[in-house]
């Protein structure tokens, strides 16, 4: 972000002065470019396709790729896009009207998957796993029309986390959210380029820049999400040990396959034990 007036892009127009906020985008830009270096998500002269659902998160996303941008660290081109999903009550104007003014070149497109979703999904049962993939599929489809070599998503740090718990607890697997990934056709990146920014740190952001947020009433207005269980079990951790959410999620930048339990993933039955010093035993260890 550009401190001269002069010299600043309109998404920053605004911005608190405070020593306070300072401190918080250089953090978020630091973590982002710390997440975007550390897994190579760099293509120089690619087109990226920034989703944008008008949540904070997606908007923490726009700005902090636009200052990496402007500073010359992101040699991409950047196209938003808005997926308006038929929902009833979404405020379709609100990210078209805010992207113009921002001088952001978007794409906002319409495609009914809430109707196929309420259709499909049984009386009681969560949307999110078959909105998702609706949604996925559309964004593939527009990335492609518009030559884009990625499909980049606003998922941060606690997102990481609490996918991972969640296939911990429900999924029997270790597993979640890859910062940088191939789709299955194999013909697109999707990157998380706020893999290692806060969600708390989104929130803040977002809040001092007052940027038109727009909730999701589908999803959200569902009660008894296992992600939502997921976030008030870390929330009591943090709450008894400040920190522990990020050291939970280093480990996942930290994994010993030796030390787990995945014949898949760590030779165990072609371990060898020495039975004299210098020499090994020829029979493997059960």
Known sequence: MLDEPDDIHPLFSGAPKSTEFRKLRKRIIRDTREAIDQYGMIEPGAKWLVCLSGGKDSYTLLAALYELQWRGLLPVEILACNLDQGQPGFPATVLPEFLAKMNVP??????????????????????????????????????????????????????????????????????????????????????????????????????????????CDLCGSQDGLQRQQVKQILDGWEANSPGRRQVMFRSLMNARPSHLLDPKLFDFAGLMRRTEPGTVDSEKII
């Open 106 to 215: 978007h794409r906002i497109e319409y495609a009914d998957t809430y109707s196929i979703v309420m259709d499909k999904v049984p009386a009681g049962r969560t949307f999110c796993a078959l909105c998702s993939r609706l949604r996925r599929g559309n964004l593939y489809r527009i990335a492609r029309e518009e030559g884009c070599s990625a499909v980049v998503l606003g998922h941060h740090r606690d997102d990481i986390l609490e996918t991972f718990f969640m296939n911990l607890f429900h999924g029997g697997r270790l597993a979640t959210m890859p910062p940088k990934l191939v789709n299955e056709e194999g013909d697109l990146f999707v990157y998380r380029p706020l893999a290692h920014v806060a969600e708390a740190d989104c929130e803040r952001f977002a809040k001092a820049m007052n940027y038109p947020i727009i909730p």
